[in-house]
């Protein structure tokens, strides 16, 4: 059972205090960082960590933790975020992302930073060692969950739809995929570097349980993950969200895949994400 179980006002508190986070931590990046991608999965994040996973900052060996695997490993500033948030990490630590010889790399790293169960970044990745770990949890009888949060653009890795076969061929009603689909990768528009939809139709041809949220709404994403279908099948959460969601000026703008906020911009988008 999750350690905070908290509710949606609390949550929506907490998703906002690690925008926060995400903004000053990019603007002190020496490396830059991927504030837009940070940024649409906030609300996935903080539902997951402070209500859904079984998972907790002392318990980062138990056998029967839920395991949360971060797919698109590019977005990596805003999980420190949530880490940090969480406990898993000092907030001391914030500053030194992407540094020298920081604790905070430019993408997750296992055993450099509480908390990240899986190297990621090479996208496509994620998923299939997803599907690995909830195959080994059932044939062991574990309890556990996993779940993966994997963007859409990286849903034109052919990786992902293999590890979707094995999914649905084995039972895994123990994993539980969500989609960040905030439409923009790279410099442009999913549907026009490589367009993924019908979406939701594609995983349903491959045998696994679908439901879409709107992801950047805490309401929608709690009531989704809380009455996920239950019938042997693998879940999957196709979360609509907006790349870049909270700051104005840097909501659903491509060139904001990798950009960092500067000067004014910082003071602007902290002044956006004051407590209401």
């Not at 060692?129 to 859409?152: E, H, Y």
Request: glycine share 10%; net charge negative; aromatic share 6%.
């Amino acid at each position: 059972m999750n350690p905070f179980a908290f509710e949606v006002s609390d949550l929506q508190k907490k998703a906002r205090a690690i925008r926060r986070r995400i903004i000053e931590l990019n603007a002190n990046s020496p490396a830059g960082g991927h504030t837009g991608a940070d940024l649409s999965q906030v609300e996935i994040l903080t539902a997951l960590y402070f209500r859904v996973l079984n998972c907790a900052p002392d318990r980062l060996d138990d056998p029967t933790r839920d395991i949360y695997i971060q797919s698109k490993g590019h977005a990596v500033g805003g999980y420190y975020c949530v880490l940090a948030e969480a406990g898993f990490i000092p907030p001391e630590w914030l500053p030194t992302y992407q540094h020298a010889d920081s604790h905070l790399p430019g993408h997750p790293v296992r055993h450099k930073t509480p908390g990240i169960e899986l190297n990621t970044g090479a996208l496509g990745h994620g998923l299939p060692v997803a599907v690995g770990i909830a195959l080994a949890a059932k044939k062991d009888n574990n309890p556990r969950k996993i779940f993966v949060v994997t963007g859409d653009g990286e849903l034109a890795e052919g990786s992902n739809w293999e590890a979707a076969l094995a999914a649905a061929h084995y039972g895994l009603d123990n994993l539980i995929i969500i989609n960040d689909k905030n439409k923009l990768q790279l410099a442009g528009a999913t549907r026009d570097i490589m367009n993924t939809d019908p979406l939701a139709a594609k995983w349903q041809a491959f045998g696994l349980n679908v439901t879409e949220c709107q992801g950047n709404d805490m309401h929608s994403v709690v009531s989704t993950l809380d009455s996920l279908p239950a019938n042997g099948k693998p879940n999957v959460i196709i979360a609509n969200t907006e790349k870049g969601y909270g700051v104005s000026f840097i909501q659903g703008k491509p060139e904001w895949h990798h950009r960092v906020p500067k000067g004014d911009e910082i003071k602007l988008a902290l002044k956006e994400l004051q407590d209401e």
